[in-house]
């Protein structure tokens, strides 16, 4: 799909029963092509997510002297290991990946040369100190535009040795927790990091998978590793990814009686979050076939729909479920009741500013919600009308819409669909086995 393509989405009171799988995670795909390529050796992944943001992982990381095959899904990835990486010959463009340039710029900081690392307008927008400044303290030559707030970032890693050090993070970001993990590796003595609330921990899992020294306590956000380690090479199979599969179950959720399976996908806890919402909320939610590889479950997830009632989500909660507020926002508009969503002010600073844009779009669609500065108030049940959104750029806005299209009055236009490719390529072919999806003519 082209980005700016604008595709109608029709309604679908009566959504038929639906057996579906989605494609690769996307934070464990990034994760592991980056371990790949700083171990030394031929590691193999399966599953991989081939979305905008993970085949710009790929290039950096190829970039960067690392050999990367990829046939579909699978990628092989062939490296000296971090301590051979090359000074790049040119930029390393992310794209509109926050987790690309924030592990990459971590990854770097001991490569010999100077590397420089941006992305696109959204990913220039959003905060980069929150990694820049750790770095600094750990011994790092990086530096970004606005005092280091804001890529691009240029990273000189000639003669640079970094120190561990210890870390309370002010909010909870497996990003920066991933960024001073990855760091940690080289370090000298051990890195700590300490989160307010625990987020997703595909490193951690991995880092034991590697059998990565460090160490953890079970279920507190605080974590340490330890320095001047090599990272040997492995094979993984990449689970589903929770956060596309959501946007299908969220579907499904508010329409009493409709079932829908999604097959092996991710079950981290870390990330299961809306799981425990919309059944909170009313539907019914089952996990069956658990099997766990390289330290992560995977399952199918049953869901079938009900007569929703609002909830509350806030605290410890948010990093579990942060990239599903958008669809839990667009749910909540179903929900008999008040819905509240706080302590998400993070949602400020995503793709988009999802609080705006979310309000913006739903009240497009003759919604009614109350925007806050960490979150959204949102009454229930609403009618949506038909009409026309902008997903600005976000993906998972453009996802979201469309999944309040299939309760809507008429047809929904979502203007930038094709931003669905940053993390679910083949979102929309999926959506049409249950509604009718009619792609327009691209605007400029
Ligand atoms: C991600 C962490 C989250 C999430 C993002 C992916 C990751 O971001 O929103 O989509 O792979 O570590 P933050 O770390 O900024 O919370």
Known sequence: MHRTDVVKVFPQPGL??????????????????????????ETVLEGYLNSADCLATLKALSQLGVKIERQGERVRIASSGVAGWQEPDDILDLGNSGTGLRLLAAAVCRVPGVSILTGDASLRRRPMGRIVRPLQDMGAKISGRRQGELAPLVVDGNGASLRGREFKLAVASAQVKTALLLAGLSADGWTVVEEPALSRDHTERLFRYLGVEMRQEAGRGRVAVAGGQRLRSFHLRIPGDISSAAFFLSAYAPVPGAEIVVEKVGVNPTRTGILQVLQRMGARVEVANLVEEGGEPRADIRLVGGNLKATEIGGAEIPLLI?????????????????????????????????????????????????????????????????????????????????????AEGPVSIEGAGWVDTSYPGFFSTLARVTRVEQEERRA
């Open 323 to 407: 990239d599903e507020l958008p669809v839990l926002s667009v749910v909540a508009t179903q929900a008999r009741g008040v819905t509240v969503i706080k302590d998400a002010a993070e949602l400020r600073v995503k793709e988009s500013d999802r609080i705006e844009v979310l309000a913006d779009c739903l009240g497009r669609l003759g919604v009614k919600v109350e925007k806050t500065p960490d979150g959204l108030i949102i009454p229930g049940p609403q009618r949506i009308r038909s009409g026309e959104v902008d997903s600005r750029g976000d993906h998972r806005i453009a996802m979201a819409m469309a999944t309040a299209a299939l309760w």
């Open 16 to 41: 038929p029963s639906l057996t579906m799988r989605v494609p690769g995670d996307k934070s464990i795909s990034h994760r592991a092509a980056i371990l790949g390529a700083m171990a030394a050796g």
